[in-house]
């Protein structure tokens, strides 16, 4: 089945360590992003992908970091400077058009913890 | 100038009831307005949407009305039936050329009783 496939789906981080979230998709889509969801202030643009080997920062990209070396693969770093990591993070994915908006589709999301 | 402002922030209404949550946006560029419906635990996923060359649309029980010299859009769903208890997110886009960067509002949470 196509679809966005993240992993883990529950991860805890302890202080000061570096964390990764994975996120597959096999839709052929060109562009991928990250989003964070936080209780009462929906979701936030961390990273988007327009195409392999690039990608630009959203509305709060500090303290993350990406990178896009395949077409199904934009896997997302929580680093140590990220003060207030603890979230659902959402990967998503679109076709990726040149013209108008394209539909954007989520995965089903990975909670993350600071312990 | 990115924002878009949701409410109510919950919502309960009767089964068979209309449901309505309402949504502003600041930025005139935003050409692309989605609703999508979140469950516990899982990624959001599209229920409907609109461009500001439309006043309104309709799929099933959904509708999007759009007022662009208002900068308003809401979302009617009818007959409101339990399962469509969620969260419903809008979200306003501008064209970046191959990506869509989504903003959202801030979600209404809709309970659906008996």
């Known amino acids: 089945d196509g679809g966005i496939t993240q992993s883990p789906k529950y991860l805890f981080r302890k202080e000061g360590q570096n964390v990764t979230l994975s996120c597959e998709q096999n839709?052929?889509?060109?562009?991928m992003y990250w989003y964070r969801q936080d209780p009462g202030q929906g979701l936030r643009l961390i990273y988007y992908?327009?195409?392999?080997?690039?990608?630009q920062k959203g509305d709060i990209a500090e303290g993350y970091s990406v990178s896009r070396e395949k077409k199904e693969s934009f896997p997302l770093t929580v680093t140590s400077a990220q003060k207030n990591p603890t979230a659902f993070y959402l990967c998503?994915?679109?076709?990726?058009?040149?013209?108008?908006?394209?539909?954007?589709?989520f995965g089903e999301g990975s909670w993350l913890t600071v312990v | 100038q990115q924002q878009v402002k949701q409410s109510p922030q919950s919502l309960i209404v009767q089964k068979g009831g209309i449901s309505i949550i309402n949504c502003a946006y600041e930025?005139?560029?935003?050409?692309?307005f989605p609703w999508y419906q979140q469950f516990p635990g899982k990624g959001p996923a599209l229920l409907i949407a609109?461009?500001?060359?439309?006043s309104e649309k309709k799929e099933g029980r959904f509708t999007i009305s759009f007022n662009k010299s208002a900068k308003q859009f809401s979302l009617h769903i009818m007959d409101s039936q339990p399962g469509d208890s969620a969260t419903y997110f809008c979200?306003?886009?501008?064209?970046?050329?191959?990506?869509?960067?989504?903003?959202f509002g801030t979600g209404t949470r809709l309970q659906v009783t008996l």
């Open positions: 609109i461009r500001p060359d439309v």
């Open positions: 839709l052929n889509h060109d562009a």
């Open positions: 998503a994915s679109s076709r990726g058009l040149t013209a108008a908006a394209d539909t954007i589709y």
């Open positions: 930025n005139t560029a935003f050409d692309y």
């Open positions: 979200a306003a886009s501008v064209n970046t050329g191959t990506a869509s960067k989504l903003t």
């Open positions: 992908s327009q195409i392999v080997n690039d990608f």
